[in-house]
C-alpha cells in the first residue's frame, strides 16, 4: 500500500488572486505558472510551505471568478516575460482544477472573517 502524502494532512489555505485582464488568466491556464507582485510572495511562499495553497483567480471589474488551481511550487526569482510586466514577482506553478467563469453571486453566502465578514469576491 501506498503512503499518504506528507502534504495530504496540512492545513489549507485560499488566496483571491486578481488579474487586470483576461489575458494573463488564459496565459496561467495554457501554461500551469502564476506571477504576482514582490509585496505577495513573502505571505504566498509562506502559505505554501505550510499548508495546501488554491488560488482563486478574478478579473479586477468582471463580477466573476475565472476559476481555481492548486499552487504546485514556492516562488522563484525567474521572472516571465509573458506577462511583460515589470511589477511583477517570481514565477510560480499552478495545476488548474476548474476553469470557468462563475458569478460573484453564486459566493455571496461566504464570508470572510479576516476581512470584516466582507463577501468573497
Same mark, same amino acid.
Given at each position: 500500500?501506498?503512503? #499518504?502524502? #506528507?502534504? /495530504? $494532512?496540512? #492545513?489549507?489555505? $485560499?488566496? *483571491?488572486? @486578481?488579474?487586470?485582464?483576461?489575458? &494573463? *488568466?488564459? *496565459?496561467?491556464?495554457?501554461?500551469?505558472? %502564476?506571477? +504576482? +507582485?514582490?509585496? &505577495?510572495?513573502?505571505?504566498?511562499?509562506?502559505?505554501?510551505?505550510?499548508?495546501?495553497? $488554491?488560488?482563486?483567480?478574478?478579473?479586477q471589474g468582471?463580477?466573476h471568478f /475565472?476559476?481555481?488551481?492548486r499552487m504546485?511550487?514556492?516562488?522563484?526569482?525567474?521572472?516571465? /516575460?509573458?506577462?511583460?510586466?515589470?511589477?511583477?514577482?517570481?514565477?510560480? @506553478?499552478?495545476? %488548474?482544477?476548474? =476553469?470557468?467563469?462563475? #458569478?460573484?453571486?453564486?459566493?455571496?453566502?461566504?464570508?470572510?472573517? %479576516?476581512?470584516?465578514? =466582507? =463577501?468573497? /469576491?
Amino acid at each position: 500500500s501506498k503512503s #499518504p502524502s #506528507p502534504r /495530504q $494532512y496540512m #492545513p489549507v489555505r $485560499y488566496f *483571491i488572486m @486578481k488579474s487586470s485582464n483576461f489575458q &494573463n *488568466i488564459e *496565459i496561467a491556464q495554457q501554461k500551469g505558472i %502564476w506571477s +504576482t +507582485t514582490p509585496s &505577495n510572495e513573502r505571505k504566498l511562499n509562506g502559505a505554501f510551505w505550510e499548508s495546501v495553497v $488554491y488560488l482563486i483567480f478574478s478579473i479586477q471589474g468582471s463580477g466573476h471568478f /475565472q476559476g481555481f488551481a492548486r499552487m504546485r511550487s514556492s516562488i522563484g526569482c525567474e521572472k516571465s /516575460q509573458d506577462w511583460g510586466s515589470a511589477g511583477l514577482g517570481g514565477v510560480f @506553478k499552478v495545476e %488548474w482544477i476548474r =476553469k470557468e467563469s462563475i #458569478p460573484f453571486q453564486f459566493a455571496h453566502h461566504l464570508l470572510n472573517p %479576516w476581512n470584516d465578514n =466582507k =463577501k468573497v /469576491q
